[in-house]
């Protein structure tokens, strides 16, 4: 089992993301997890309603049967509505 993050909630973030796969038959090395800004995806702009942090882009060369996509919010630094449904959006 595999497992990658972007990192830990700090002065800067109020999200972090982590993943865990188990690879088979492919290149474990090109596992990644890295955060995404609008300098490499002009479509991830921060301003965005609804964006509370940065995107991330998850890659590996191969296949794999499942994977358990984790995300963390500080809920100290920014109280978010009852109304509040988390998405994820692929692209």
Do not use: H, Q
């Amino acid at each position: 089992m595999l497992e990658k993050s972007t990192g830990n909630i700090g002065a800067g973030t109020m999200v972090a993301a982590s993943v865990k796969m188990e690879v088979k038959n492919g290149l474990t090395d090109s596992f990644e997890i890295d955060e995404v800004d609008s300098f490499d995806d002009p479509y991830s702009l921060p301003f965005w309603m609804g964006y509370i942090g940065p995107g991330c882009c998850i890659s590996v060369e191969g296949e794999f049967d499942k994977a358990e996509l984790t995300f963390l919010y500080d809920a100290s630094k920014r109280k978010l509505s009852d109304k509040f449904v988390p998405r994820i959006c692929a692209s």
